[in-house]
């Protein structure tokens, strides 16, 4: 293990923890960081099934719609308002999703020799 690394590391650690002092959390934050571990580690192994089943390609094309989705579901819940800039951003990535999508289908009904 090399000590460039770890030299700053643990002198970072040593000032967080002179500055903050030590303590131990409420059951509640212990409670509640297990679970958000617990769905973020179930959403990581659904998305490494994701690139096992569907390739590297349409995974990531899926998680390109995640801000998408995030800003359509602000708009329906909050009613934020979608700005032109975030409504041209949504039409082309929703475009190069689909152009992906179609390219990668064309792709896989091609016959291989």
Known sequence: MKYTT?????????????ETGLYWPQSEGLILSLISGTFFATGMMFYHMSV???????????????PLLVLVFGFMAYSDAITLTQGLGVIMVAIASITIERRQLIQDTAPKI
């Open 6 to 18: 770890l030299i700053p590391a643990l002198t970072f650690l040593y000032l967080f923890i002179y």
């Open 52 to 66: 096992r089943k569907y390739g590297p390609i349409r995974t990531a094309n899926i998680g390109y719609t995640e």
